[in-house]
């Protein structure tokens, strides 16, 4: 297999994967900054933030990995690549899940200890 073509199609999964979890996290994820920004203007700048984020982290990954590695069968270098990919999308989600978590407060059950 052409390694270019493997390139290719490991940065074009790259790219599929991050837009999917970003089409699936972006309405909570504004609603969730609108309410913990100051203003409207804050929670348009961590949205892009964090699409940057999730698109960079992965192919991050898929280039260091696809660097460092030279395997015999491109179906390793694939699968290897895809790993990349959910790693970055991983750190990425842990990072943000990190700092919004000091923001979003659990409801208490009415009459619980105070």
């Known amino acids: 297999m052409n390694t270019y073509l493997l390139l290719l199609g490991e940065l074009s999964a790259s ?24 203003d409207e203007q804050a929670a348009t700048f961590w949205l892009s933030y964090t699409k940057v984020l999730f698109m960079i982290l992965p192919l991050l990954l898929v280039l260091s990995v696809d660097m460092l590695t030279d395997f015999k069968d491109p179906i390793d270098d694939l699968r290897l690549g895809f790993i990349a990919v959910l790693a970055g999308l991983l750190l990425g989600l842990h990072a943000i899940g990190k700092r919004l978590g000091k923001f979003v407060v659990a409801p208490r059950p009415p009459g619980g200890e105070k």
């Not at 599929?16 to 089409?23: E, G, Q």
């Open 15 to 38: 790219a599929a994967l991050s837009l999917a979890v970003l089409s699936i996290l972006s309405t909570p994820l504004i609603n969730t900054l609108n309410r913990i920004c100051p």
